[in-house]
């Protein structure tokens, strides 16, 4: 059934295309150009894609190194959960942060019922768009960024790219890897469905939280809360 | 769209008893300012959106004019990923195959994604029928499954339903006792409460696609709520439901129409979610589905795309048109009779399921064009409205009465000397006729019109007359 449904239908599709060969094709393709991208919000991307993250309803915290990342962490999770439990993917930039020093007590796998706030790695962050990028795997069960209340990204600033065509030149897609699943994530989960309001935490996380380590550049945090027009809140810019 | 047996009303009686509840008309008035602001604010901020939508437009041509091979592609691809890539020519044959994969996985539970094309073949009723549970776990589209309705917005269904009207839905069918659910947030939270054990009981997930990507065969499924991905991620068996010519050639292509999509849809830079799948869970992996299928419909779409409407198939389904008709606005989705409604609507049913079966959409249209001018992918939607019309007239569509006064019409727009003597005649008629109230009550042959208002008299004369008159005085 299936199979001569296709037949006819590429048969049809055959008659009506071009005709032209894959090569003049790809020529042809080329000629079209690069799309434009979103007017920048600044020129460095680094504060850029912070200022994104504050626009999309996310909040940042900055840490300098992977033990300021454990603090921030627990700092999170005390003050919006009251309680130090987390559930981690299996990555191996997650089991490698000093867990015991930040007071922190991770289960490394995947969410559970009742659990209420994952950690996920993500190599890339877009400045265009404030959205983390998420490739699924064993490192990375796709349910501890679908499933929690309190959703919390750890990101490196080396990670953050220009644009969303950067991520597709980015080299493992380009060696030819295809994740099964690969989620820009671009803020809590949301819905305008009842009436045209906003309401945050529709079937994901009610929060996300992006964690941005290694070197800030000076004052690209203040920088970033200027242009999304979020106030400072200690180290932590939080809506 | 084979599967209506039953025609309901025409789009004009629909049409009127949408206008005849005022709280409707109020919350239709409500969206129809809200929803361009939105839009506008992010397109103005954006810079090149002029730029964008011509090389998307330019792109999907591309893609159109080369669908043997990028289909072909993407063909091979996915199966190297490891879907299993199924063609339908027709609704029947797009639910007959997902039915069958259920009854393969012995499937009672299904979690369904938010998807036109389903809408279209109307595949969970086709699904119920054969007694699977199957849950919409798209907040709009879940609202409009516990009315018994079909959405009324292709981006938004159940924007036309009140908070109250909702509260009712929800306790009706939730029986978690007393409780307030006044506010969106209440009636968001239960949905969340509800549906979680759904997601994670459900055998088998369906979700649709924004796009397919030719050269490495994901799908691209954008979202808000997340639902879309919890259907594509928790089930062991996930089934995409598309059409054929939703190509993209590359991952950078799907990067232009992110930006086109979210900002023409919802007034959004980003949406929350922008997902990308391209097969079963790989070797190691604990979680994700163990099978995947990809299935493609055709549904008169290779028709089309040999046909004079080809740019039709340029539509993303952001639903701009929509929010921006005039008379969708006044009308609601739902007096469009078609899961496809307002401007795009208007073209594409008649497209889908025949020109005789929704003879009154393409003249639901005052050429404003408005939804031209928003549509990311720059459709000629009123042309393509006209060009029906005229192949209704062809056709010999719609009452005769109306088609007799068209070629009346017609022959008298031919004739440019009697068509100015009979205007100069009727409108010195008219103004003697107004010219004690400065309105008419009565007029011969648009009682439509004068039945709810009166008709102003005209003031002055025809336009062609008037034009004379100012070229006198200019030469003068």
Redesign the interface.
């Known amino acids: 059934m299936s199979h001569d449904s296709r037949k006819k239908s590429l048969a049809r599709i055959r008659g009506l295309s071009s005709g032209l060969d894959a090569q003049t094709i790809a020529q042809e393709l080329a000629r079209l150009g690069a799309a434009p991208v979103a007017q920048p919000l600044d020129p460095d991307p680094i504060v850029c894609f912070m200022a994104n993250v504050l626009r999309n309803q996310g909040s940042l915290a900055l840490a300098a190194d992977r033990r300021e990342v454990v603090k921030a962490i627990g700092k999170y999770l005390y003050r919006h959960l009251r309680n130090n439990r987390l559930v981690a993917g299996n990555d191996p930039h997650l089991a490698a942060l000093p867990w015991r020093e930040g007071g922190v007590l991770p289960r490394f796998g995947e969410i559970e019922n009742g659990e209420k706030a994952a950690l996920s790695y993500a190599h890339w962050g877009i400045a265009e768009t404030g959205a983390t990028v998420l490739g699924s795997g064993k490192h990375n069960p796709p349910a501890n960024q679908l499933l929690p209340e309190h959703h919390i990204v750890l990101l490196e600033f080396e990670g953050i790219i220009p644009d969303l065509e950067a991520f597709w030149r980015a080299e493992p897609l380009r060696r030819g890897e295809r994740p099964r699943g690969i989620s820009f994530i671009a803020g809590p989960s949301s819905t305008g469905d009842i009436e045209a309001q906003l309401v945050y935490g529709a079937h994901g996380p009610k929060a996300w939280h992006v964690i941005l380590l290694g070197k800030a550049p000076p004052g690209a945090l203040e920088r970033a809360r200027q242009l999304a027009g979020v106030p400072g809140d200690g180290d932590e810019a939080a809506l | 769209m084979t599967e209506q047996p039953t025609p309901g009303p025409g789009f004009i009686d629909a049409a009127s008893a949408a206008l005849a509840d005022p709280a409707a008309v109020a ?1 239709r008035d ?2 129809a300012r ?2 361009p602001l939105l839009r506008q604010q992010v397109v103005d ?5 002029e ?2 939508r011509r ?2 437009k ?2 999907r041509q ?1 893609t159109l ?5 990028y ?2 592609r993407f063909e091979l691809e996915a199966t190297h ?1 490891g879907n299993r890539v ?4 027709d609704s029947q ?1 797009m639910n ?2 997902v039915l069958d994969i259920c009854r393969q996985h012995g499937a009672r539970r299904i979690a369904k994604g938010k998807s036109m094309v389903t809408e279209e073949t109307e595949l969970a009723a086709a699904l119920q029928r054969e007694r699977l549970e199957v849950v919409e ?4 589209e879940y ?1 409009v499954q516990l009315a018994g309705e079909k959405p009324a917005h292709i981006v ?4 036309h ?3 109250a009207q ?1 509260r009712e839905l929800f306790l009706a069918a939730h029986p978690l006792g007393e409780r307030k659910l006044d506010k ?2 209440a ?3 239960e ?2 409460q509800v ?2 054990d759904h ?1 994670l009981n459900a055998e088998i997930g369906i979700i649709g696609a924004n796009a397919l990507i030719a050269e ?3 799908t691209m499924l954008v979202t ?4 879309g ?2 259907c ?3 089930p062991k068996v996930l089934i995409v439901c598309t059409t ?1 010519d939703r190509l993209l ?8 129409l ?2 086109l999509l979210a900002r023409s849809a ?1 007034g959004q ?14 070797e ?5 589905p163990l099978e995947t299928h990809i299935v ?1 419909l ?1 549904n008169r779409r ?2 089309i ?2 046909s004079d409407y080809r740019e039709m198939l340029q539509c993303i389904r952001c639903g701009a048109c929509l929010n921006h008709c005039p008379i969708f606005a006044a009308a609601g989705g739902h007096a469009y009779g078609s899961v496809y409604p307002g401007p795009m609507g208007s073209v594409l049913a008649p497209l889908l399921d025949s020109l005789e079966a929704h003879s009154e959409l393409p003249d639901a249209c005052t050429a404003c064009g408005r939804c031209e001018e928003v549509c990311p992918a720059a459709i000629p939607l009123p042309d393509l409205l006209r060009d029906l019309r005229h192949d209704k007239s062809r056709e010999g569509i719609g009452p005769r009465g109306w088609r007799r006064g068209l070629r009346l019409h017609a022959w008298l727009a031919a004739r440019p000397a009697l068509y100015q003597s009979l205007s100069q005649f009727a409108i010195r008629s008219l103004n003697l006729l107004g010219r004690r109230r400065g309105v008419l009550r009565f007029l011969p042959f648009a009682s439509g019109w004068t039945g709810a208002r009166d008709f102003p008299s005209p003031q002055r004369g025809t336009f062609m007359a008037q034009y004379r008159k100012e070229q006198d005085r200019r030469e003068s």
């Open positions: 919350q409500m969206l809200k929803t901020e954006f810079g090149e959106f730029a964008l090389h998307v330019r792109l591309h004019d080369n669908l043997d091979h289909l072909r990923n199924h063609f339908a020519a044959e007959a195959i776990t798209d907040l709009g609202i938004g269904p159940a924007r339903k009140s908070i909702i969106a947030e009636l968001v939270a949905a969340r549906m979680r997601f490495n065969g994901y808000n709520e997340g639902n991905d919890l594509a991620n928790l054929l050639p590359r991952g950078e292509d799907a990067a232009a992110q930006r919802t830079r980003q949406t929350c979610y922008t997902s990308f799948y391209s097969g079963p869970r790989r190691q992996e604990s979680s994700g493609l055709d290779s028709e795309l040999a």
